[in-house]
C-alpha cells in the first residue's frame, strides 16, 4: 500500500511544475551538460531538454534555455514562479553512446512513465557506462582510420600501414599525456608532433608514397565533428555556441598544426605541403579507405557496435559520391563533398527509423572522412611560415584556407539541410507522439 501511494505522490511530482523544481532543473542540466560534453548540436540538446521538460509537467511556455559552449543556463517561471540555474561544462569529447542513449531514454520516460529517481538512476547508469571498446582497440581502430584516409589520398598499402603504425603512436602518446593531466592543446600539439615524426622515419621504409604518411598519420586529430557541429549551431542561428565551437576548434587545428610543424622543421622537411594528393585508385580503394576511416572514428567516438556496419556503408557512400562526382561529372571539390554529404544525409533520415538512432549518430561519423584535414594544417603552415613564402606560395595557401573553409561548409550544410527541410515534419510527428505519451500517462494517474 505503501510503495502504490509512494508511486501516486511521485506522478503527482509530475503533474505540477514547480513541485520538485529543484530536482527537476538538476536533471534537467545534467542531460544537457551530458549532450554538450559528449559532442551534440545544440538543436538536439534543446529537443531533448525539452522533452525532459515536457516529462516533468514543465510548459513549454515556462521553459527557458540559453545554450553557450560552456555554460547551461536554465530558467523555469510564470506569473508567480521564478527558478534559475546554471551548470558548467567541464569537458568536450565525443562519446555517441551517450547521445543515442540519452535520445532513448527521454522517450522512454514518457512511454513507461518514470519517476524522477527512475529517470535519474537512468541518467546516473549512462554517465558512468563504461565505452563499449577496449583502450587498445581504439588505439588500434585510430591507425586504421588515418590509414584509410591516408589510401584516399592515393598512398600504397605500404604506406597504409605505416601511417597506421604512426597514428597508433600518436594516439598512445594522447592517451599517456590525458592521464597526467596535460592541457588538452598542449596534448594535441605532442601527438601531433609524435605522429609527425614516426611520419618522417618511417619514409626511408620500402613504399612507393614515401611523404604520404606525413599527411595523413596526425588526422585523428582534425576536430572533424567540432567543426560540423560550430557551422550547424550557426546556421541555426545559434550564434553564441557555434562561435565558441569555432575558437575551441581552431585551438586544436592551431595546436595540431604546431605539433606537426615542429616535427617538420626539426627533421628538415620542406616539401610535403605541395606534395600532389589526388587519388589514381578505382572506387575498390576509395570505398575500402572510406570505410576504414568511417569505422575506425566510429569506434574513437565510441559508437554502439551494432552501428558499425551503419558508418561503414554511409562513409563509401559519400566518399565513393563525392569522387565519382569530382572525377567523373567534373564537379568541384566543394560540390562533390556538399552533393557526398547531402545524399548520406538524405539516407540517414530514413534510416533513424531501421536503426533507432539519432540522425547525428549515422551521418556524422560517414562524412568524417571526407573533412579536410589537409587542407587547414596546409594553411596554418604557410601561416607560421609567411616570412618564407613567395606570392605564389602565398597566394597556394589562402587557396588551401578557402577550399577547407568551402568543403567544412559543404559537409555542414549537406548534413544539416536534409534535417533543417525534414525537420517540420518531424518535429511535428514527434510532438504528437510526445503529447499521446502524456495524455496516457494523465489518464492512467487519474484512475489511482
Same mark, same amino acid.
Given at each position: 500500500?505503501n ?6 505522490e511521485q506522478r ?12 527537476k ?13 559528449n ?17 516533468m509537467?514543465?510548459?513549454?511556455d515556462k521553459?527557458?534555455?540559453?545554450i553557450m559552449?560552456t555554460?547551461l ?8 514562479h521564478?527558478?534559475t540555474?546554471?551548470?558548467?561544462c567541464h569537458?568536450h569529447a ?19 512513465r518514470?519517476?524522477?529517481?527512475e529517470?535519474?538512476?537512468n ?5 558512468s557506462?563504461?565505452r563499449y ?9 585510430t591507425?586504421?582510420a588515418?590509414?584509410g584516409?591516408c ?5 600504397d598499402m605500404?604506406?597504409f600501414?605505416y601511417?597506421?603504425?604512426?597514428a597508433i ?7 599517456f599525456?590525458g592521464?597526467?593531466?596535460?592541457n588538452?592543446?598542449?596534448n594535441?600539439a605532442?601527438s601531433?608532433f ?6 618522417y622515419l618511417v619514409h ?12 595523413a598519420s596526425?588526422?585523428?586529430l582534425?576536430p $572533424?565533428i567540432p567543426?560540423?557541429?560550430?557551422i550547424s549551431?550557426m =546556421?541555426n542561428? !545559434?550564434?553564441? +555556441?557555434? &562561435? #565558441?565551437?569555432t575558437?575551441h576548434t ?10 606537426i610543424?615542429m ?5 628538415g622537411v620542406?616539401?610535403f ?6 587519388p589514381q585508385?578505382?572506387y575498390g580503394i576509395f570505398?575500402?579507405?572510406a ?5 575506425g ?5 565510441n559508437l ?10 554511409? $562513409?563509401?557512400i559519400?566518399?565513393?559520391t563525392?569522387n565519382?562526382? =569530382?572525377?567523373? !561529372?567534373?564537379? +568541384?571539390s &566543394? #560540390?562533390?563533398t556538399?552533393?557526398g554529404?547531402t ?21 556524422v561519423p560517414?562524412v ?8 587547414i594544417?596546409?594553411?596554418?603552415f604557410a601561416?607560421?611560415?609567411i616570412?618564407?613564402l ?5 597566394l ?5 584556407g578557402?577550399?577547407?573553409?568551402l568543403?567544412?561548409?559543404g559537409i555542414a ?5 536534409p ?5 517540420r515534419?518531424?518535429?511535428r510527428r514527434?510532438?504528437?507522439e ?6 496516457e500517462a494523465y489518464e492512467?494517474d487519474?484512475?489511482?
Amino acid at each position: 500500500m505503501n510503495e502504490t501511494i509512494s508511486y501516486h505522490e511521485q506522478r503527482e511530482i509530475l503533474h505540477d511544475t514547480f513541485s520538485e523544481i529543484g530536482k527537476k532543473t538538476e536533471l534537467l542540466l545534467t542531460t544537457g551538460q551530458l549532450l554538450m560534453e559528449n559532442g551534440s548540436d545544440t538543436i538536439r540538446i534543446i529537443r531533448d531538454m525539452k522533452r525532459v521538460a515536457a516529462y516533468m509537467g514543465i510548459d513549454e511556455d515556462k521553459f527557458h534555455l540559453h545554450i553557450m559552449y560552456t555554460t547551461l543556463m536554465l530558467n523555469i517561471s510564470d506569473e508567480e514562479h521564478s527558478y534559475t540555474n546554471f551548470r558548467k561544462c567541464h569537458k568536450h569529447a565525443v562519446d555517441m553512446r551517450v547521445i543515442s542513449a540519452i535520445s532513448k531514454l527521454t522517450w522512454r520516460a514518457l512511454r513507461d512513465r518514470y519517476t524522477l529517481e527512475e529517470f535519474e538512476d537512468n541518467l546516473n547508469n549512462i554517465e558512468s557506462h563504461a565505452r563499449y571498446y577496449p583502450e587498445w582497440l581504439t588505439i588500434l581502430a585510430t591507425g586504421f582510420a588515418c590509414g584509410g584516409f591516408c589510401t584516399l589520398f592515393g598512398c600504397d598499402m605500404a604506406a597504409f600501414f605505416y601511417t597506421a603504425l604512426c597514428a597508433i603512436l600518436g594516439k598512445s602518446a594522447q592517451i599517456f599525456c590525458g592521464r597526467m593531466g596535460i592541457n588538452p592543446y598542449v596534448n594535441v600539439a605532442f601527438s601531433a608532433f609524435i605522429a609527425t615524426s614516426a611520419a618522417y622515419l618511417v619514409h626511408f621504409l620500402p613504399t612507393a608514397t614515401p611523404w604520404h604518411p606525413i599527411i595523413a598519420s596526425a588526422l585523428f586529430l582534425v576536430p $572533424g565533428i567540432p567543426l560540423i557541429n560550430s557551422i550547424s549551431d550557426m =546556421i541555426n542561428t !545559434l550564434l553564441m +555556441s557555434g &562561435v #565558441a565551437r569555432t575558437v575551441h576548434t581552431l585551438i586544436i587545428v592551431g595546436a595540431m598544426t604546431f605539433g606537426i610543424v615542429m616535427a617538420v622543421g626539426i627533421f628538415g622537411v620542406e616539401m610535403f605541403t605541395d606534395l600532389h594528393m589526388v587519388p589514381q585508385n578505382d572506387y575498390g580503394i576509395f570505398a575500402f579507405g572510406a570505410a576504414a576511416g568511417a569505422v575506425g572514428f566510429s569506434i574513437l567516438f565510441n559508437l554502439p557496435p551494432r552501428l558499425l556496419f551503419a558508418a561503414a556503408i554511409g $562513409g563509401i557512400i559519400a566518399v565513393c559520391t563525392r569522387n565519382f562526382c =569530382i572525377f567523373e !561529372l567534373h564537379q +568541384s571539390s &566543394v #560540390a562533390g563533398t556538399f552533393i557526398g554529404a547531402t545524399f548520406v544525409s538524405i539516407i540517414g533520415i530514413w534510416a533513424v527509423h531501421w536503426l533507432h538512432a539519432p540522425t547525428q549518430v549515422l551521418t556524422v561519423p560517414s562524412v568524417i572522412p571526407m573533412v579536410p584535414g589537409v587542407l587547414i594544417y596546409r594553411l596554418l603552415f604557410a601561416i607560421i611560415n609567411i616570412r618564407d613564402l613567395d606570392v605564389d606560395g602565398l597566394l597556394r595557401a589562402i587557396q588551401s584556407g578557402v577550399d577547407a573553409v568551402l568543403i567544412i561548409l559543404g559537409i555542414a550544410i549537406g548534413v544539416a539541410m536534409p534535417s533543417i527541410f525534414a525537420q517540420r515534419a518531424f518535429e511535428r510527428r514527434k510532438l504528437e507522439e510526445q503529447e499521446h505519451l502524456l495524455s496516457e500517462a494523465y489518464e492512467t494517474d487519474e484512475k489511482f
